[in-house]
């Protein structure tokens, strides 16, 4: 059984502050990996989208993937109290048309 | 640009009765994919929909059923409510050769 997991948080870190936050998966021909912000009583928001080793950057955030630990990561530079939401890792596998998330890490960001 | 939209918003049933839940993807979207989302949960994949057809399901009984019309709009069909399926129901519109989706609103079924 294909398997996403993240740390349940909650995460606290102070206003400016860079926020990580953390997810792996368990089946390695994993191919796509991506990263969903969910405020409460709200769906879920793309927020980046991974696809081979390395890092990539969109503005505030950068995600990290790390196919041969089957490890992605997601950074929050300059964190803002807006910024407080669950962090949602989703994971696409070959041969497969559905995500399979982790249950998420709660983040909230101190002023 | 057009959103994914899902209605109703909130629905109340009781134990036994059956829901219909609606989806209209984005704008250029063909494909439909259905979660559940329970509190606490990351969303759970229920089926998706391709050119009208159920492409890949995920583990939920046969209560659970759909459709896709031509317009690429979706229904989620829940028959014989139980008290478990109280949930956020949750559209994900995509390309049928992307993998990126997009989330609908959601619907809040609440079943007493």
């Known amino acids: 059984q294909k398997e996403v997991e993240q740390n349940s948080g909650p995460l606290s870190v102070p206003e400016g502050a860079i926020a990580s936050l953390n997810c792996t998966y368990s089946d390695r021909v994993s191919q796509s990996f991506f990263w969903y912000r969910q405020y409460s009583g709200k769906s879920p928001e793309l927020i980046m989208s991974?696809?081979?080793?390395g890092d990539k950057e969109d503005g505030r955030f950068t995600a990290q993937l790390n196919k041969a630990s089957q490890y992605v990561s997601l950074l929050i530079r300059d964190s803002q109290p807006s910024d407080s939401a669950t962090y949602l890792c989703a994971v696409w596998g070959a041969g497969s048309y559905q995500l399979t998330f982790g249950k998420g890490t709660k983040l909230s960001v101190i002023p | 640009d057009a959103g994914v939209t899902q209605s109703p918003t909130h629905l109340i049933k009781t134990r036994g009765q059956q829901v219909t839940l609606r989806c209209s993807p984005k704008?250029?979207?063909?494909?439909v994919s259905w979660y559940q989302q329970a509190l606490g949960q990351g969303p759970q994949f229920i089926f998706q929909y391709y050119e009208e057809e159920e492409r890949q399901r995920g583990n939920f009984p046969d209560r659970f059923s759909g459709h896709q019309f031509p317009n690429y709009s979706s229904e989620l069909n829940v028959n014989a409510l139980l008290l478990g399926d109280s949930a956020l129901y949750l559209c994900?519109?995509?390309?049928?050769?992307?993998?990126?989706?997009?989330f609908g609103p959601g619907t809040r079924l609440t079943v007493t």
């Open positions: 991974i696809y081979s080793n």
């Open positions: 994900a519109s995509s390309l049928q050769r992307g993998n990126e989706q997009y």
């Open positions: 704008s250029g979207h063909d494909t």
